[in-house]
């Protein structure tokens, strides 16, 4: 079993910058692979980051990259989501996944294990 808590969200303007943290406790942290999707009201769930065991591998959808960086710091077992630049397209709920068989990726059924999400508003 692995439990994951979302925090860092909130209200920003555009051009703005928000960090959010995934804290994990369960399995052992870094012997599996995390992701950050999000999911705006009337939309279907989008990838936004993924993140292999170690840090060395890490992908992002193609709507954040440049201005969004996975980390994680497996001594905290805490995964990150730095957003830069943020745009109001950008405003979702934020989700962070585990997926402890595989490399996730993108692929949204792959993860196992997800947080209860943390809310994201970018106003104009």
């Known amino acids: 079993q692995v439990q994951l808590v979302e925090s860092g969200g909130g209200l920003v303007q555009a051009g703005g910058s928000l960090r959010l943290s995934c804290a994990a406790s369960?399995?052992?942290?870094?012997?599996?692979?995390m992701g950050w999707f999000r999911q705006a009201p009337g939309k279907e769930r989008e990838f936004v980051a993924a993140?292999?065991?170690?840090?060395?591998?890490?992908y992002y959808g193609d709507s954040v990259k440049g201005r969004f960086t996975i980390s994680r710091d497996n001594a905290k077992n805490t995964m990150y989501l730095q957003m830069n630049s943020l745009k109001p397209e950008d405003t979702a709920v934020y989700y962070c996944?585990?997926?402890?068989?595989?490399?996730?990726?993108?692929?949204?059924?792959?993860?196992?294990?997800w947080g209860q999400g943390t809310q994201v508003t970018v106003s104009s």
């Open positions: 993140i292999g065991w170690s840090g060395g591998i890490t």
């Open positions: 369960g399995r052992t942290f870094s012997r599996y692979a």
């Open positions: 996944a585990a997926d402890t068989k595989n490399w996730g990726g993108a692929y949204a059924p792959g993860y196992d294990y």
